[in-house]
């Protein structure tokens, strides 16, 4: 599904290498993992993968069912089936979650060629996915993030995500700012939307979340590259000693 | 050559071909007193210093186009009482009936004829409050000489909104209009302004509102792009009153908006908002508000938000003036822009000149561009970039919108911005 050969960037405008080469291959209905200290290009890869500005890619490949990635808009790899889970999702005031939910939803159905949902069936499905993940009622009224608590945040990304049902969910350190009980609330809505069809690639600092988003497997990102790749027990060792082993083991 | 000649050449010169209507003999006699005293604004004055009054102050309105579009008429779907000027005549066949339930309606032009004891009183009276301590002599100009305006006189709770309805049918009209509006204790009124009205328009508004009444004002000025506008809202208000005005101006060549509010009586609230969306360098907009309180316990709001593209201009000249014994006083002022290059320009001048020692007064002036994070984010989602732009700057227009207290309005003015954004790419 997503197929990452040696890819390198930049930051934009500065002579500052981030990802130095980073290979990774997720199968359809695969969970990934990707751990690692701060500042190894975790987060920088994910926002590569979407297309945020400010990167500049100097090698390698991204493809998405075999579709270039990095030669599409954000919007458009939105519609090819790409959605991430920010770390930090943004706060939009004067835009009302809803009109938000709606808009999303019908910009990429226009762009796939399909009809725009009706407001009722839109309110219909919106309402039953909200209730899963426990979003009430305000929460859809309010503008987007806009005073949520850091826990109503995540699980408004849960909600885009189940709205939007992506083929390829990258989740930025979701379990950030979260409490057990918001975390677990999380994984089980990423779980419910797990399916032969659908990938992640959970980035995260603790094993935690992976008790609770069971990874198929698990990459170890260091400097700009993938160190290391093995199964769950991977992130376990992480959990008990640490990166520094790890990374002794490369150099 | 001295700045008072030029001004009082240039007044000589726009006074030259015109006649004092009938009626109103001595307030419109009094005001051209008033205004011959002052002289026309000039570029120099310091209250014209970010917008050059010369087009609208010049003998001869300059040609404006005529902006075709296939759109129904604003607030088709609310029940109102439509009164229909075409160029500043008045056009009794496209207008309804002039009557509603809580509240008579008399124009101008037959002010003449019939004694209305309170029009007489009014006119001509705020804006003569309103000249010190600036001048708006352009104000005056249109107290003098206006040929025609509607009387309102809200006696209860007036039934349904009044729609001035102003078309622009001839490429070099010149109009003045003056209306008045007088709100009764405890009543209450909707007063909409709709149209470009003139390739110049001179509009000036006073407004009376007794205690515990009510005043709700909503404008939408005309689209076409090459149009003039000059307009000036005189509001006084007692006890307990409410005061409610908000603008929506999409292009237009130059707007000059002032809205003057006396808050005299007690408990009184004033709210003032705009939205502006100006795109093109030939595209010139000023906001200037003066609001003075005068009593206790008042509460006044001014929001104004302008998004700028392509080199528009926009301006924002602002004041509170607490007097002293105004105690209790809560003022608030924000004035934001949004610009969506480099080439455009926001020119803010906010004051607050404080004679009480117990007040609440703040002011916040902004000027930004497109939040990037909050566009990316957007984007990620499946919204494409122009579309997420138009969301935004939505977002960004929507806190003057809400000082709109009818729901049905703001919807309306939200439908239709959405559509000329759409439309637009």
Same mark, same amino acid.
């Given at each position: ?37 701060? $500042? ?10 979407? $297309? ?64 725009? &949902? ?7 499905? =919106?309402? @039953? ?5 426990? #979003? ?11 005073? +949520? ?21 990258? /989740? ?25 069809? *659908? ?13 609770? #988003? ?38 | ?16 071909? /015109? ?80 009557? @509603? ?6 124009? &101008? ?6 004694? #209305? ?74 007063? /909409?302004?709709? $149209? ?44 307990? @009153?409410? +005061?409610?005005? +908000? ?21 009184? =609230? @004033? ?11 030939? +595209? ?22 302008? =998004?700028? *593209?392509?080199?528009? =201009? ?6 509170? &003036? ?55 984010? &957007? ?36 439908? *239709? /911005? ?6 637009? $790419?």
């Amino acid at each position: 599904m997503l197929e990452i050969k040696g890819l390198m960037a930049d930051l934009q405008g500065e002579d500052k290498t981030i990802l130095k080469g980073v290979d990774l291959n997720i199968g359809a209905g695969e969970v990934h993992a990707i751990m690692g200290p701060n $500042g190894s290009g975790k987060s920088t890869l994910s926002y590569i993968l979407s $297309g945020k500005d400010g990167y500049e890619v100097t090698g390698g490949s991204a493809t998405l069912d075999g579709d270039d990635l990095l030669d599409m808009e954000p919007e458009e790899r939105a519609a090819a089936g790409l959605f991430l889970a920010f770390q930090y999702p943004v706060e939009i005031p004067g835009v009302g979650n809803m009109t938000f939910l709606r808009t999303a939803v019908n910009a990429q159905r226009k762009a796939r060629g399909e009809d725009e &949902l009706s407001a009722g069936d839109f309110l219909k499905i =919106v309402r @039953a996915k909200a209730k899963d993940l426990q #979003i009430d009622a305000d929460m859809l009224k309010r503008p987007v993030n806009v005073g +949520f608590s850091g826990g109503e945040k995540k699980r408004n990304e849960i909600l885009q995500m189940a709205m939007l049902e992506p083929k390829m969910c990258i /989740l930025d350190e979701t379990d950030s700012g979260l409490d057990v009980d918001a975390m677990k609330l999380v994984a089980e809505g990423v779980n419910a939307l797990r399916s032969a069809g *659908r990938s992640f690639l959970v980035i995260t600092h603790y094993q935690r979340l992976l008790d609770h #988003i069971k990874p198929d497997v698990v990459h170890i990102m260091a400097d700009g590259r993938i160190i290391k790749t093995g199964g769950p027990e991977l992130a376990l060792e992480v959990e008990n000693n640490g990166y520094a082993d790890l990374l002794a083991e490369v150099v | 050559m001295a700045v008072a000649k030029l001004k009082s050449d240039a007044t000589e010169a726009r006074l030259a071909g /015109l006649t004092l209507p009938a009626g109103l003999d001595t307030a419109r006699k009094d005001a051209l007193s008033r205004l011959i005293a002052m002289g026309l604004p000039h570029k120099r004055d310091e209250y014209w210093k970010y917008t050059d009054p010369a087009s609208l102050t010049q003998a001869d309105a300059p040609q404006a186009a005529l902006f075709h579009n296939d759109e129904g008429p604003m607030f088709d779907a609310i029940d109102r009482v439509k009164i229909v000027f075409v160029d500043g005549v008045f056009d009794a066949d496209a207008s309804d009936d002039l009557a @509603a339930d809580g509240v008579t309606i008399t124009r &101008l032009s037959d002010v003449a004829d019939a004694d #209305i004891h309170w029009a007489t009183e009014l006119y001509g009276t705020l804006e003569a409050r309103g000249q010190t301590p600036v001048e708006r002599p352009l104000a005056a100009l249109n107290s003098a000489f206006a040929s025609d305006g509607v009387l309102i006189h809200a006696t209860g709770k007036a039934s349904k909104p009044i729609n001035l309805i102003y078309l622009h049918g001839d490429t070099g009209s010149d109009v003045m209009l003056h209306s008045l509006v007088k709100v009764d204790a405890g009543a209450e009124v909707t007063l /909409l302004e709709t $149209g470009p009205a003139a390739a110049r328009f001179n509009s000036v508004l006073e407004v009376d509102v007794a205690s515990k009444g009510a005043f709700h004002h909503v404008r939408s000025q005309g689209r076409d792009h090459e149009r003039r506008a000059v307009t000036h809202c005189f509001a006084r208000i007692e006890d307990e @009153a409410l +005061f409610k005005s +908000f603008t929506l101006t999409v292009n237009g060549k130059l707007t000059r908006n002032e809205c003057i509010i006396e808050m005299l009586g007690d408990d009184a =609230v @004033a709210h003032v908002a705009g939205a502006c969306v100006g795109d093109g360098n030939d +595209f010139h907009h000023d906001d200037t508000v003066f609001i003075t309180h005068d009593a206790l316990n008042g509460e006044s709001r001014q929001v104004f938000k302008k =998004v700028l *593209r392509n080199g528009a =201009v926009g301006v924002f000249q602002g004041k509170i &003036l607490v007097k002293a014994g105004a105690q209790k006083t809560d003022g608030y002022q924000i004035s934001q822009s949004l610009l969506l290059d480099e080439d455009s320009q926001f020119l803010a001048k906010p004051e607050l000149e404080i004679y009480a020692d117990d007040v609440a007064c703040s002011h916040g002036s902004t000027s930004g561009a497109i939040d990037e994070d909050a566009l990316f984010y &957007l984007q990620s989602r499946g919204v494409p970039r122009q579309a997420a732009t138009d969301l935004l700057t939505l977002a960004f227009l929507a806190e003057s919108l809400e000082e709109i207290a009818d729901e049905a309005l703001a919807d309306d003015l939200r439908e *239709r /911005l959405e559509g000329w954004m759409a439309r637009r $790419g």
